[in-house]
């Protein structure tokens, strides 16, 4: 895509956002909803018209190479960022679920369950590629330095004699076997040469040997013809795999286009940030003096004039008020001075209302709040419409304004510039001067603010001294008050926990960690290599108030909402709901160690491994425990985004420790984990991951108090292991055959996760399997024998999970919601049946009226 191009997807991207907040901010307030249906309706209507936004901006933004436009689009894009997160943490607490279905709402919108995927923005990784290198760098030596360059394992099958000389019997069979096959071979082909020679000449004339074989040849070349048409049929209906075919050369070029913008873009961004220094210069030297003077002339012209208006010099408004800049915000110095005067009326107001109430008696003002407690009493009792309207209202958000700003550029600065003339799409210097003119003007601002309470000061001296002396006296009042405050801070200060690691630098305690095991390098995996497919059923499921098992699309989802995005973003993370916790809980294989190292390896996150196996025999002891923590946590913030993982993180909130594990002391964090948690600040890109096989094995408060934030993880669904099946044998090199029945091997696998199913394929596709697929192709019944040696995840696991996940807070907050939803379902049914029964009572009475009548 050219320049044009993206520049007309920003302006389409711009133009939805603009009619999405006039959604957001109606001309009129809106009133409370009390449909949770409706309600549910316009959060997913707005999440995913946010979340294609989204995906069009994060393309600009990483093809675009005018660096002051791409500072517009990364401004709004963290703003639609965080807008997501605020939604969905909406979507959460409506619904009581971190699982949400928008069947409906994406059939209305025209788009595809492949758009609920939230995009990675590319520059989280890009941006910082140097560091990466210089951090993967850093790891192999230290690594090499301590001899703890980890090895690729070599797995060695071991095996009994028996099993042994019986594979050695099958060997030498099959030798023996060959052999004599080749032989059989020769002895036959001797035969059709000597019956060659034999054989008689043709009887067909000419004519009839090219018919014959015209028949053959039309024959064969119409199968082949038919077999290629229905496999093209089968593969455009979607019923068979597409054939792996190298890539076009368009899509090459395409992919070299993208790889010359970043260069553009490198380059482009570094002329900028040289232009930005050169032009500052250039204008505190050319206008610093002229805008030093101009400033000083209407500080003057202001102290004169409220001098005129009140009789007095005005007070200088502080630095933390804005200082001089409040004064003049939009604002001449007659409106100025006629506020100031306002706002000292109302003062004398205030003053004089105060000395009234004083010199009046007690009595009075309990009788009065008694009479004004009476008449609240007495209106609340007559049901006036004053009362505010019960109901759900859009709760305020903190990333709408980030977005408002943004789009407000777009609209004021870049929807009609004329960018003809810069084809390069280089920097704009009109807009680098008038930013750095703000800049200068605003340094200067502040010297010569303190020029001007110097010389308000001294004129105040002069003119008003007596005022002057009690201004003296306040100012010594106050100052006996910062002093305190002081004192106070100082106190507080002494509170904070003491740092333990003071004479060390960052890079020995980083190194320290490495060697103990404690920094791991994460594997090179992307999220979207957890392969899962979208649940279709959902909405039909939960209407019928059927609670469905989420799929692995969702929790793909939720991870890069909750993990990957706040990780990746600083701005997100600061205004975003709070989330330092994540719990992804379910049964073995299901993908919970891949989704750690996808979390780490898409942010470029260091990893910090605090397992209770990791643990065992390292820093003896609570004073030893508390300084590995104080140590993780130092270094994890220094050099932020961080992920701290906890394997087996049930073992940590056991119940009752197993015998076999009491060495272990799998409990050691128990105390201090919450402690950590609590000592990181909203601002730091720290996440805490736990993953559980057996969370039911954890003391339940403890434990949902540390992972506030819980994913339960499933079995893959039929859909889900249909494309496992089909990725995983092509990442084992075998393009699946149109004869293998991956149906039939999804609906077998019904209970396997995707490790088991991934064990079967390497079972299966070793490398004397893989030169064989050209002579023999795969068959469904290679794999029945590598899975029937495996144990899958039985309906009574799954319960357990199920039952474990409902008494979870989140969980116990959705069973109270449907009981209730119950009650007054019953009570209405209730309801019903009594007015039935009264109309029931009146027509007999009626009836027998009407016979006596007669």
Excluded at 267 to 279: G, R
Excluded at 763 to 776: E, I, M, S, Y
Aim: glycine content about 6%.
């Amino acid at each position: 895509m050219s320049h044009s191009s993206y520049a007309r997807m920003w302006a389409a991207a711009h133009g939805a956002l603009e009619d999405l907040l006039l959604d957001e901010f109606p001309a009129t307030a809106p009133r409370p909803q009390k449909d949770a249906f409706q309600i549910f309706q316009g959060l997913a209507t707005f999440y995913l018209k946010y979340l294609r936004i989204f995906r069009s901006l994060e393309a600009v933004y990483d093809q675009l190479v005018h660096p002051q436009k791409r500072r517009v689009v990364r401004h709004v894009l963290d703003g639609v960022m965080g807008r997501l997160l605020e939604l969905r943490n909406e979507m959460v607490e409506l619904e009581m679920s971190e699982f949400h279905y928008f069947d409906d709402v994406l059939q209305d919108l025209k788009m595809t369950p492949e758009d609920l995927e939230i995009p990675i923005p590319r520059y989280f990784l890009r941006e910082k590629m140097h560091v990466l290198k210089e951090r993967q760098r850093m790891l192999a030596h230290i690594l090499a330095k301590g001899g703890l360059i980890e090895q690729e394992p070599v797995f060695i099958q071991t095996m009994h004699l028996e099993e042994a000389v019986r594979i050695l019997q099958v060997c030498e069979r099959a030798r023996q076997g060959r052999l004599r096959a080749q032989f059989m071979k020769e002895i036959r082909q001797a035969e059709r040469e000597g019956l060659g020679k034999r054989r008689p000449p043709s009887a067909l004339n000419p004519e009839q040997a090219a018919t014959r074989i015209q028949k053959v040849w039309r024959g064969h070349s119409q199968r082949k013809r038919t077999k290629r048409e229905r496999l093209e049929e089968m593969i455009f209906l979607g019923m068979l795999p597409a054939e792996s075919s190298k890539p076009s050369a368009a899509h090459l070029r395409a992919q070299r286009v993208e790889a010359h913008r970043q260069l553009v873009q490198e380059q482009n961004e570094s002329e900028y940030q040289q232009a930005l220094l050169s032009v500052k210069k250039s204008v505190q030297v050319a206008e610093g003096p002229d805008i030093r003077e101009t400033l000083q002339e209407q500080i003057r012209q202001w102290f004169l004039e409220c001098r005129d208006a009140t009789g007095k010099f005005p007070d200088f408004p502080s630095t933390e008020d804005g200082g001089s800049a409040s004064i003049f915000a939009e604002k001449t110095p007659e409106q100025v001075a006629a506020e100031l005067a306002a706002k000292e009326e109302e003062k004398e107001k205030r003053r004089k209302s105060k000395g009234k109430k004083d010199k009046k008696g007690g009595k009075d003002g309990k009788e009065k709040k008694k009479d004004k407690r009476g008449k609240s009493k007495g209106k609340k009792g007559k049901g006036e419409p004053e009362e505010e309207e019960k109901g759900w209202t859009m709760p305020p958000s903190s990333f709408l304004p980030t977005v408002k700003e943004g789009a407000k550029i777009y609209r004021e600065v870049w929807r009609g510039r004329d960018e003809s003339q810069n084809f390069l799409q280089r920097f704009d210097a009109e807009l680098v001067r008038e930013e750095k003119r703000l800049e200068v003007e605003e340094e200067v601002r502040v010297q010569v603010d303190e020029l001007m309470r110097h010389e308000l000061r001294n004129l105040k001296l002069v003119v008003d001294r007596d005022k002057g002396k009690k201004k003296k006296k306040a100012k010594k009042g106050s100052k006996k008050k910062k002093k305190k405050s002081k004192k106070s801070s100082k106190k507080k200060k002494k509170k904070k926990e003491k740092d333990l690691t003071a004479d060390r630098t960052i890079e020995s305690l980083y190194e320290e960690l490495i060697l103990e095991g404690f920094i791991i390098q994460p594997m090179n995996v992307k999220l979207s290599d957890y392969i899962g497919e979208y649940s279709y059923l959902g909405t039909t499921l939960r209407q019928a108030d059927i609670e469905p098992m989420p799929s692995l699309s969702d929790v793909r989802q939720l991870i890069a909402l909750h993990g990957v995005l706040p990780l990746g973003s600083q701005a997100v993370r600061e205004k975003a709901p709070v989330v330092n916790s994540l719990l992804l809980a379910g049964p073995a294989g299901v993908g919970k160690k891949m989704l750690v190292h996808a979390l780490c390896a898409e942010t470029g996150a260091n990893l910090f491994n605090l397992s209770p196996g990791n643990l065992t025999g390292r820093y003896p002891g609570r004073g030893g425990l508390q300084y590995l923590l104080h140590m993780v946590l130092k270094v994890a913030r220094q050099l932020q985004p961080s992920v701290i993982w906890i394997r087996d993180a049930e073992k940590t909130f056991y119940k009752k420790v197993p015998r076999t594990e009491r060495e272990m002391e799998p409990k050691r964090l128990k105390k201090d984990l919450a402690r950590a948690l609590k000592s990181l600040r909203p601002e730091d890109r720290v996440l805490l991951v736990g993953t559980s096989r057996r969370p039911f094995d954890a003391e339940l408060k403890p434990f949902c108090k540390v992972y506030k934030k819980i994913i339960l993880i499933p079995r893959p669904d039929y859909a889900s292991r249909l494309v496992l099946w089909r990725e995983l044998l092509r990442g084992g090199g075998a393009e699946p055959p149109p004869g293998l029945d991956l149906s039939s091997l999804a609906k077998v696998t019904d209970g396997y996760t995707q490790g088991h199913i991934q064990q079967a394929v390497r079972a299966v596709l070793h490398p004397r399997r893989l030169t064989q697929l050209a002579a023999k192709p795969l068959s469904a019944s290679e794999f029945v024998g590598p899975l029937a040696r495996l144990d899958p995840v039985f309906r009574e696991e799954e319960d357990a999970f199920k039952v474990w996940y409902s008494k979870t807070p989140l969980g116990k907050r959705k069973a109270r919601a449907t009981k209730s939803l119950e009650d007054k379902a019953e009570e209405g049914k209730r309801k019903s049946k009594d007015t039935r029964k009264s109309k029931d009572d009146k027509s007999k009475v009626k009836k027998k009226k009407t016979k006596k009548k007669k």
